[in-house]
């Protein structure tokens, strides 16, 4: 199966910011673990990571139109909580999406007790740092 990990805005920074709520590895570090671990599955993945709203709608895009994957983890960051665009292009594709998060979002403050990207994803998994991408992968594939 061949996944495609995505990852939104200010996730580049992982390792370097906010250290107590995001830990200190890099997202490099991270994407490392999740390649390792994909790969003792027999799975494939790429990795993308994008600031801009509409170059992660893009990537959803070509992911659909040009079937690239089978599966998508998405940590949209902040824009989980308010991309109406986001999320009309998980609803515009027919690849499943999972909603991933690396801190328990629930546990935080109230605006990011919504999502508006949950509705249209396969699945939610939150506040197991890394491994929340781990578990998302798995869920995914099963
Ligand atoms: C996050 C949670 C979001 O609320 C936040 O804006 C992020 C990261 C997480 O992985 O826990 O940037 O998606």
Avoid: W
């Avoid at 490099?28 to 799975?43: C, H, L, M, P, Y």
């Avoid at 998060?101 to 939610?124: P, T």
């Amino acid at each position: 199966m061949k996944i495609l990990v995505m990852n939104g805005v200010n996730l580049n920074l992982t390792g370097k910011r906010e250290k107590g709520v995001y830990g200190t590895e890099t997202l490099e570090q991270i994407n490392e673990k999740i390649a390792a671990f994909a790969k003792s599955n027999g799975d494939e993945v790429e990795f993308y990571q994008s600031n801009i709203e509409g170059e992660l709608v893009n990537k959803l895009h070509e992911a659909y139109l040009n079937k690239t994957c089978q599966g998508i983890l998405l940590n949209a960051g902040a824009f989980t909580h308010y991309s109406y665009a986001l999320r009309d292009a998980i609803a515009a594709i027919d690849i499943p999406v999972a909603e991933v998060h690396m801190s328990n979002v629930h546990a935080r403050e109230a605006f990011r007790h919504n999502s508006v990207l949950s509705e249209v994803c396969k699945g939610v998994v939150c506040g197991f740092g890394a491994n929340s991408y781990i578990a998302a992968m798995v869920g995914l594939k099963r």
